[in-house]
């Protein structure tokens, strides 16, 4: 049976998540800022929960209406079937989202909805489903529009971000759909040879040695379609199993990493283990203005402090234009890819960059910035000339 969907994903992302539901089986897709609306059977939502990288969460739609108050919200979500997808014994979370809604109080929405659906259930049931915020069995999210309200059921449960093997974290870390994108976007593959420099946590790394070795990126966690009546456990399990023959042992995969944090080496590597993935990689402790390229040519991505995060405005003036001249004397012939908030970034490289693609990170907005490095001989100067120019791409 086909249903709709909406998958959402990091800002600037969108492309990137079609493409992934296209490889999953959806159709019918109209991409929005922020997300794409699709129609799929089931076995088609479970393959984009498991193979999707890009996406944050996959909801499906149960219910749309146009409302003047929220008394019609909740006669809505009232008129929603709830029991026939769950058990009163299961908790539930309410999340509402609104964009150029008349209504005062989202607060006060979310309590109608909820009291909606508990009102059906003890309707149906003589019983009512209890809420958890923190760690629900199935979560609703309405949206309000200017006059209309839309219920979804979440079929992810955790964002599809947490693919389940992160516990160690630093400051600032990358979410890792968001990595997931920027390495789709830098064009990198297996067999090129990949670097962070500040690899922080490792999310980079995670990202692209499961890649390499062909790890679905929800193979190692649960889904909340998984909690509903209508699951078909057998369908699921042969998609994960499927999945998890398509998986190559964890051999070196030319990745390397390396941060000058001791600690956020060691949370790197315990990530990294509990992964199983410490073979695909090489890390180690080093400061970027002092290491040298792993390879001849490369890709390297990285997450740099920018004000922002956590470093101030002082030492950043300080770090870049020698960040840039490290990345002219040792990184020639490599694509470097920087996400940043600063737009002062580039300038204070002193470098132009190649490409400029807006991205989010969370709320912050982003850019993904592209230096092409190439030797200085390329742009008119002396033959065998160890400097380099970020170059303008086609």
Not at 349 to 373: D, Q, V, W
């Amino acid at each position: 049976m086909v249903e709709k969907f909406f998958a959402s994903c990091p800002r600037g992302l969108e492309q990137l998540l079609l493409e992934d539901l296209v490889a999953a089986g959806a159709r019918d897709l109209k991409p929005i800022f922020g997300g794409v609306h699709f129609l799929a059977d089931w076995p088609v939502c479970y393959r984009a929960n498991l193979y999707s990288r890009i996406a944050t969460r996959i909801l499906w739609r149960v219910a749309l209406a146009p409302y003047g108050n929220e008394e019609d919200i909740y006669r809505l979500a009232l008129d929603t079937p709830w029991p026939r997808w769950f058990v009163p014994e299961q908790t539930i979370r309410v999340d509402v989202n609104a964009v150029k809604s008349p209504l005062k109080s989202l607060e006060f929405v979310t309590l109608r909805i909820k009291d909606a659906i508990c009102d059906r259930f003890r309707r149906e049931t003589g019983k009512r489903p209890s809420v958890d915020t923190r760690h629900p069995d199935l979560r609703v999210h309405g949206f309000i529009s200017k006059d209309e309200c839309t219920l979804y059921l979440d079929t992810s449960g955790a964002p599809l971000y947490q693919r389940g093997y992160r516990q160690k974290t630093v400051d600032a870390p990358l979410k890792e759909n968001l990595a997931a994108g920027i390495l789709r976007l830098s064009g990198w593959q297996p067999g090129v040879a990949l670097l962070d420099p500040m690899c922080g946590s490792g999310t980079f790394l995670l990202e692209a040695a499961q890649i390499a070795l062909g790890v679905a990126p929800g193979a190692g966690r649960s889904f909340a379609f998984q909690q509903l009546r209508h699951f078909d456990s057998a369908t699921w399990q042969r998609l994960l199993d499927a999945a998890r023959a398509g998986e190559t042992l964890a051999t070196d995969s030319g990745i390397f990493g390396s941060d000058i944090s001791p600690v956020a080496v060691r949370a790197a590597l315990a990530n990294l283990d509990r992964a199983g993935l410490l073979p695909a990689l090489t890390l180690c402790t080093g400061d970027l203005l002092e290491i040298k390229a792993p390879a001849e040519h490369g890709v390297m991505v990285s997450n740099p402090p920018y004000g922002e995060r956590v470093s101030d405005h002082d030492e950043l003036a300080q770090f870049y234009p020698l960040l840039g001249s490290a990345l002219k004397r040792r990184f020639a012939g490599w694509n470097c890819y920087l996400i940043s908030a600063d737009t002062r970034l580039p300038k204070m490289l002193r470098l132009t960059p190649s490409r400029k693609t807006p991205l989010f990170n969370g709320a912050l907005e982003c850019r993904l910035y592209e230096f092409r490095m190439v030797a200085g001989s390329n742009r008119g100067g002396s033959a065998g000339s160890s400097t380099a120019g970020a170059s303008s791409s086609g």
